[in-house]
């Protein structure tokens, strides 16, 4: 019925995450899934990995292994939440939000070529039509997740 819709919606995804990526950890060490979870965590007052997970609709062991790696790098810390003593809470350290304010004082040229090939009001159109598209799937996962990002 639709002309491959899924395959085209994900082979562009995986292509813009290579070329993103590639890109981020030049700028600021880290891809943009890394990215998200450090901007994520950065806007929240107190945040749990529960919670990122949930954000960022991605499985409990992806954010596990994420934060992982983002400790390692000394850009995540955990400490005790302030809200329940027994849980843990994800906060951003310097190193972090230097990655952060690297990445964002220099535009990715892929974002750039896009944004000169179809203009900012077609992609704000098109950013809606994803959006839309994620919450369609969202109703018929039975979810209700707040987007970001919209």
């Not at 085209?8 to 813009?16: G, S």
């Not at 919670?51 to 790098?73: E, F, K, P, Q, W």
């Not at 896009?114 to 992609?123: C, P, Q, R, T, Y």
Request: net charge neutral; with cysteine.
């Amino acid at each position: 019925k639709y002309p491959r819709i899924y395959s085209r919606v994900q082979i562009a995804a995986q292509m813009f995450r290579k070329v993103t990526d590639r890109q981020l950890v030049e700028i600021g060490g880290v891809t943009a899934a890394q990215l998200g979870v450090l901007t994520r965590v950065a806007a929240a007052e107190e945040l749990n990995q529960t919670s990122l997970a949930r954000d960022l609709r991605l499985n409990d062991s992806a954010i596990t292994a994420m934060v992982r790696r983002l400790i390692g790098l000394g850009m995540l810390e955990k400490s005790r939440s302030t809200a329940d003593s027994r849980a843990w809470a994800l906060k951003l350290t310097p190193k972090g939000d230097e990655a952060i304010e690297k990445i964002n004082a220099q535009p990715l040229s892929i974002n750039d070529r896009i944004e000169a090939e179809f203009g900012s009001e077609v992609l704000t159109e098109f950013v809606s039509k994803l959006n839309r598209i994620i919450e369609l799937c969202d109703e018929e996962l039975g979810t209700d997740v707040e987007l970001s990002g919209k």
